[in-house]
């Protein structure tokens, strides 16, 4: 029964383009979008929006990043995951290490793993105390590489086990929530020398630059953002492609591809493989610009609020995803300040209700998310001229 | 009535240039308040919110700050670390708050201090902690483990007459280091290994059954206690099903650290009566101006129509938040200014009254001298006081007994080269 | 005027036994205000011989520091209240019938804290005064009173006349109980305190008995002679540990899965039988807690004055308030939802999200719940192996809401038309079943019966807006290893999991890994057996 949900079409599928001026608005708007992501580190360069500005729409994109791995996996081939956070920590912890390894030292370690080593250290000092775990991500270009491996062969693990024993719908979802529950509390422990729930902290420098320095942090937004892009070029293509078809089929009626001769777990392994590499090189990018990496990122509302961001975004629509990602965590933000506009004050404490309700409307009444209501809005508007 | 209306109606012209922050700016004094007002810690968060606010009120009622009025701001970082950077960066940037009063768990301040490490901006942290770190840009008013644990290991072995030590904390990083600190000491005064033992559970863990069997056997000769780091709502369970099995404070005593007035105010006190828990402040404490800041404070929260109201009482954190506040506007008018080098320098030293008694912040370390209280719990959840130190107990900020070799760090952060 | 009556006789029955020490007691009470500490501890020793059953209390309620001096006669400290300077008073009452002293108006006695003088026991005091209510308790009329000071005694100091009290008491006690609790107290003295030639026939009692208590002071003792004895002695006392042992592993696996039982119930029923991912059903149960916490409120239960008639009316209502939110939730949200299971997981998060925080709202964060005065405690099957009222309280009630559940299910119409409706939605309602009253029945019950996890949960931990949050996903995986939609299954998963929990817990690994292996192991089972224990057969079982 609970099958009912892989055979309803989800989301806006491809090629459902409507009319010319209404892709011309589209296009006006993404080259308008684009722009002003490339204008912004030029605006903080000339002091008009805080370089902290930057900063939050760099960690906003690389979660964007995040949010079209699972939009491929769940709303395109209908696996809905609840352990992208995993990877996505998996790859935050890569570079964590990483930088921990430049930071500040004590005793020759870093500080942060200093201050929870479960034994006496004293006594042999300096690298050898070190776990062969940290000493592969000291080299800058293993960790790269690692931070993107790793999450991706956990992928496949959880992946390959998981399809071919045919675990579907809700099963998988569970079990994947499961595997992020577990490993957030293998994580906190802290013999495991991992950090515990204090996570890495006491970074200083990435590949020798000063993580403060204004230009570092527009640096990093500015990888970021290529990086986003680059992987929405290639997500799009990927959709576009053969293997795409595949994916809406294995989503639509993955018993009837498996008739036609496909053998849809390697299919799904793959796009799983692939959005959790996704996630490792979003939690990358994420952590130099947050300075801290922690175990909470695994607990069960990160995962919920990742299908959240893509669920409101639009599923099943690239551009749905990253815009639901960005407009979530800005409106997060800006709920959980105080303001106030004229005689109306906001206060911060309200935020779930409001965020709540959002999430309720969302689903029932734009089950297209804001991507779906563009669509409706363009259209209008293309209809009008 | 017309320049009230006046200022809101340019406020708005002006905010959306962002000016009206610049304008205000120039009458008040902006301080930041980060604490969690949702999620799990807001259960601990929200009442040292409603303090700072409350001795704002009352800096601002006798005059503000160098003339000037004290303006809170407050933002929810709802108990996501994260968020709490983020809501750091939007104080210091963008709302330029003089100084934070903020965070209760360790992590959030890990995930806080690069910010004002970086923009060299000054947090005062309320509550007790792990140790191990000394940032020039937080004011500790908070005990170090030194303040809390060793004294009260102290008094179970001297005046309990125990023997053996059971410690048991959530699995997290100030239990964890807690108890490293508590065996280094309990070894060094000669206790043996098979007489300490070291449990952990999970965040939020609910089913003490095993454990306290455990610990049932553990203490059968009748000279062990528990020394408890449990974290939250984990300790209801735990006292419930010690008191379930049988177990009694003339048994086997528990000595907790992270159970207060405000805590207790939550939980069925009558399984806890007669353990012990070992803090720096009282609300039982039987001083004129202790009594004075209990009452302001239950009549502040009555008269905001906070939950809770005139029930609401007071603990060590609370107190801890509320002279932070205090202490840092002494400081701010001895030093003549807000910048935070200024008052960092001020506070050197600075000796000042404080609800539970006059204290004193350290001359060098940012962190501040505190008696050391313990108490035993009574059946109106409040702490009758049985031991105290003499004096103020000077603070750690890395523990002697950890770092065996002298070897201490340097501290991180202060004003930019 | 009855209890008067009752209390006079009392007294007059007093005062004819204890003609003779009555006087002395009153003034061996002084001499606890004493300043010379010697004086003090003999004034304890003293009173702890008089024999007066009548001291137990009173030394209760020294320890705690209730006693104060007043007009040169000692007096109890009732309770102490506040005025609005927060200056403290004292409630007097008579030390020996607990009754308000009145003053000459007849109004009850109140003083200040300063026209009193409080008798303060040091730690050495406090620790005599056990002492000396441990040794007066012995003689104490209550059985289970003189069983817990005969417990005790072992394990103090051995005061003159201890052992030969003891003595007496393993002889002739009436209670079986306290007979072999002498015997092993006795035994326990002899090996700690006496001479080589008693500590050898002690161990070997210790072993006969199979002592617990005794194995510390067993395994320290360092003597040649006594080796192969107290090896023996040790070994036996190693048996009767591991029968405690696995006694107390299965007891808590036992309650710790009739927890799991009890809340993954209502969710095999919205899940597992409607197939909605109810995210908000940590939350349903926070309503039922919460709800439970309103009904102590509106009888005014507090530990000093119990009015444990709340818990009972508290079950109904947490299951019909947590019902009625449930419906409210179907009827706005989850009923659009049910051509898209997966979303309803998005809508009913938002929807938890907005509970949370409007109890936190109006509630504030963390309550109080005081259980009902016969779910506190326990009782003792064998020393060591204990149950507690509550977790037999929870046993029981998992079981009746499974059994009404399931009868429900079988036996009732609405039952059968709730399994139409789960089988073929479209066939039922060809027959005429209405779809949506059952939809709405159906989520109501799984919405109550969270409720009621709620309320039983109160009697373990504290009441949070949180709380449901950490049920949540372990109350998933229950449901998904039992096979959705097969009560039978949910039983048999939950029940086994709280066993294997504590099975880890209790033996190899501490509470952290226990939970991570359990994890573990539910996730590589799912590998194996995708559909849960009870796979669903025929129909239902196809994509």
């Not at chain 3, 002592?211 to 006392?237: G, M």
Request: hydrophobic letters at 45%; aromatic letters at 10%.
């Amino acid at each position: 029964m609970t099958e009912r949900t892989m055979n309803e079409p989800a989301g806006i599928h491809l090629g459902s383009i409507c009319g010319t001026s209404a892709s011309q608005i589209n296009k006006a708007f993404a080259g308008a979008l684009l722009a002003f992501a490339i204008l912004l580190p030029m605006l903080a360069h000339a002091g008009v929006v805080s370089v902290e500005t930057v900063n939050m729409a760099g960690r906003y994109m690389a979660l964007g990043i995040v949010a079209l791995g699972l939009d491929l996996i769940w709303g395109y081939t209908g696996i809905l995951s609840l352990c992208q956070a995993l990877f996505f920590a998996l790859g935050g912890y890569a570079m964590g290490i990483h930088l921990a390894h430049q930071g500040t030292l004590h005793n020759g370690i870093p500080e942060s793993l200093y201050v929870v080593y479960p034994y006496k250290v004293g006594e042999s000092k300096g690298m050898e105390v070190l776990p062969w775990f940290w000493l592969i991500f000291k080299p800058f270009n293993l960790t790269i590489l690692l931070g993107i491996l790793i999450p991706g062969l956990v992928a496949g693990l959880i992946g390959f086990a998981g399809f071919i024993s045919r675990v579907k719908g809700v099963y998988f979802s569970i079990l994947t929530q499961a595997l992020t529950v577990a490993a957030m509390m293998f994580f906190s422990k802290n013999e495991m020398k991992l950090c515990g729930t204090n996570g890495i902290t006491n970074f200083t420098t990435l590949a020798g630059h000063e993580l403060s320095d204004p230009n570092v942090k527009i640096g990093l937004y500015v990888v970021t953002l290529i990086c986003l892009i680059g992987t929405y070029l290639i997500c799009l293509l990927l959709t576009k492609s053969r293997f795409g078809r595949v994916l809406l089929a294995v989503r639509d009626s993955e018993t009837a591809l498996r008739f036609a001769g496909y053998k849809p777990y390697a299919f799904k392994a793959a796009i799983f493989i692939f959005a959790g590499m996704l996630a490792g090189l979003a939690g990358m990018l994420y952590t130099p610009q947050a300075n801290i990496i922690t175990p909470s990122y695994m607990e069960a509302r990160w995962s919920i609020l990742m299908v959240v961001w893509v669920a409101v975004g639009g599923r099943g629509t690239l551009f749905g995803a990253v815009a639901g990602a960005m407009v979530i965590n800005l409106l997060y933000n800006a709920m959980t300040s105080q303001w106030s506009i004229g005689s109306f004050d906001w206060k911060p404490d309200y935020w779930p209700l409001v965020l709540g309700m959002l999430f309720i409307l969302v689903v029932l009444a734009l089950p297209d998310g804001l991507a779906g209501l563009w669509r409706k809005m363009v259209g209008r508007i293309a209809e009008v001229d | 009535m017309i320049r009230k209306h006046f200022i809101k109606t340019s406020a708005i012209a002006l905010g959306c240039m962002g000016l009206a922050g610049a304008a205000q700016a120039e009458e008040t004094i902006k301080i930041g308040v980060l604490h969690s007002l949702s999620g799990t810690m807001a259960i601990s968060e929200t009442s040292l919110k409603d303090v700072v606010l409350m001795a704002v009120e009352e800096l601002n009622a006798a005059g503000g700050v160098l003339g000037k009025q004290v303006e809170a701001v407050v933002v929810d970082p709802a108990s996501d670390w994260p968020l709490f950077n983020e809501k750091a960066k939007e104080l210091i940037t963008k709302e330029n708050v003089a100084v934070t009063f903020g965070c209760w768990t360790s992590v959030s301040r890990k995930s806080v201090l690069p910010v004002y490490e970086e923009y060299n901006a000054l947090l005062f942290y309320p509550v007790q902690y792990e140790g191990e770190e000394q940032s020039l840009n937080v004011v500790y008013t908070g005990a170090s483990p030194n303040q809390q644990l060793i004294p009260a290991a102290e008094y179970m072995m001297k005046e309990m007459g125990c023997t053996k030590f059971y410690l048991l904390g959530t699995d997290y990083v100030f239990p964890r280091t807690a108890n490293k600190v508590l065996k280094a000491y309990l070894k060094s005064v000669g206790v043996a290994d098979e007489d300490i033992i070291e449990e952990y559970t999970p965040f939020h863990h609910q089913d003490y059954q095993t454990i306290v069997a455990k610990i049932k056997k553990f203490g059968a000769s009748g000279d062990a206690c528990v020394l408890s780091t449990i974290n939250g709502d984990s300790n209801v369970p735990f006292y419930k099903e010690f008191a379930n099995q049988g177990l009694t404070s003339d048994l086997c005593p528990i000595m907790a650290f992270s159970v207060a007035e405000d805590e207790l105010r939550a939980m069925d006190v009558q399984p806890l009566v007669g353990h012990l828990a070992a803090w720096n402040y009282f609300q039982s404490i039987d001083t004129k101006e202790n009594k004075e800041f209990v009452k302001a404070f239950k009549k502040y929260c009555a008269d905001n129509g906070l939950p809770g109201g005139m029930d609401r009482v007071t603990d060590d954190p609370i107190e801890a938040a509320y002279f932070g506040v205090k202490g840092w506007a002494m400081a701010c008018e001895k030093a003549g200014s807000v910048d935070v080098d200024a008052v960092r320098e001020a506070i050197y030293g600075m000796e000042f009254s404080a609800p539970g008694g006059a204290k004193k912040f350290h001359e060098t370390n940012q962190h501040t001298y505190k008696p050391v209280l313990v108490g035993e719990i009574m059946k109106d959840g409040q702490f009758k006081i049985v031991w105290e130190t003499e004096g103020l107990v000077e603070p750690d900020s890395y523990s002697k007994l950890l770092h065996t070799d002298g070897n201490f760090p340097a501290p991180t952060g202060g004003p930019k080269k | 005027m009855n209890m008067l009556n009752k209390l006079l006789a009392c007294g007059l029955l007093a005062l004819t036994t204890l003609a003779a020490t009555a006087a002395p007691t009153e003034d061996l009470l002084k001499d606890l205000s004493a300043k010379d500490s010697a004086k003090r501890t003999e004034t304890l020793r003293m009173l702890a011989e008089s024999g007066d059953q009548r001291v137990v209390g009173i030394l209760g309620e020294y320890r705690l520091g209730s006693l104060c001096l007043w007009n040169n006669q000692v007096v109890l400290a009732l309770e102490t209240s506040t005025n609005e300077n927060l200056d403290k008073f004292i409630h007097l009452g008579d030390v020996f019938s607990r009754e308000p002293l009145l003053d000459d108006s007849g109004k009850p006695l109140v003083l200040p804290v300063a026209e009193l003088t409080l008798i303060d026991p040091s730690r050495k005091d406090r620790k005599a005064a056990l002492n000396a209510i441990m040794l007066l308790e012995l003689h104490a009329p209550d059985t289970e009173q003189r069983l817990e000071a005969v417990r005790k005694s072992g394990l103090g100091i051995k005061v003159e006349g201890l052992p030969e009290t003891l003595a007496l008491l393993e002889q002739s006690d009436r209670s079986r109980a306290v007979r072999k609790s002498a015997k092993e107290s006795l035994a326990l003295l002899n090996f700690r305190f006496g001479t080589p030639a008693e500590q050898l026939s002690a161990a070997g009692i210790l072993g006969d008995i199979r002592s617990v208590r005794a194995r510390s002071f067993l395994e320290d003792h360092e003597d040649p002679e006594a080796e192969t004895v107290i090896k023996r002695a040790l070994e036996r006392i190693d048996s009767r540990e591991r029968l405690i042992l696995a006694f107390n592993i299965f007891n808590s696996g036992i309650s710790s899965g009739s927890i799991l039982v009890l809340m993954a119930l209502g969710l095999a029923v919205t899940f597992g039988m409607m197939g909605v991912i109810n995210m908000a059903h940590g939350e349903m149960m926070m309503i039922g807690a919460y709800t439970t916490y309103c009904m102590q409120l509106l009888f005014g239960h507090t530990p000093e004055t119990p009015n444990s008639i709340y818990y009972v009316v508290a079950l109904p209502m947490s299951f019909l308030i947590s019902a009625l939110f449930g419906g409210l939730i179907e009827w706005t949200v989850v009923r659009r939802l049910y051509k898209r299971p997966l979303e309803s997981l998005l809508a009913t998060y938002g929807v938890g999200l907005v509970l949370i925080q409007t109890i936190r709202l109006i509630f504030g964060d963390n309550r109080p719940s005081n259980s009902p005065v016969w779910l506190q405690g326990g009782v003792e099957l064998v020393e060591g192996m204990g149950l507690s009222f509550n977790r037999i309280f929870i046993f029981v009630l998992c079981a009746a809401c499974v059994l009404g559940v399931m009868a429900l299910m079988r036996f009732t119409t609405l039952g059968l038309k709730m399994r139409a409706v789960i089988q073929n939605r479209d066939m039922a309602a060809a027959m005429g079943i209405n779809t949506r009253m059952t939809d709405s029945f159906t989520f109501m019950l799984g919405s109550g019966l969270a409720g009621v996890a709620g309320y039983a949960l109160t009697t373990i931990g504290g009441i949070t807006p949180n709380m449901g949050q950490n049920y949540i996903v372990d109350s998933f995986l229950v449901v998904v290893t039992g096979g959705v939609g097969n009560l039978a299954g949910v039983v048999c998963s939950g029940m086994g999991l709280g066993l294997l929990n504590k099975i880890l817990e209790g033996t190899l690994f501490g509470a952290v890994w226990a939970k991570i292996i359990v994890l573990i192991t539910v996730i590589t089972f799912i590998q194996f057996k995708p559909s849960g224990l009870f796979a669903p057969k025929g129909r239902l079982a196809d994509d």
